[in-house]
């Protein structure tokens, strides 16, 4: 691997960790350095930080807080 991907991947955490669960990508960078960004487009979707993930827990949030708003009416309505 060349000096300055290597230099790249000790400064973003993340994408060590990400390097070092899946081993494949040494040999990928090793060859062609020019993978990088396709390793931190793969990191993304890993890590499930990309804005449809993103978008789908913000979703999960608000769909949680209603069911708790419908509970807490529905306690209320009974007392």
Do not use: C
């Not at 990191?43 to 949680?64: C, D, N, R, W």
């Amino acid at each position: 691997m060349r000096k300055d991907v290597y230099l790249y991947l000790q400064k973003n955490k993340e994408l060590m960790d990400f390097l070092h669960e899946q081993p494949i990508w040494y040999r990928k960078l090793g060859r062609d350095p020019s993978q990088l960004r396709n390793l931190e487009i793969a990191a993304l979707h890993y890590y499930q930080k990309t804005i449809p993930h993103q978008v789908e827990k913000f979703s999960q949030g608000v769909q949680m807080a209603s069911m708790m708003v419908s509970m807490f009416k529905v306690m209320n309505e009974q007392s």
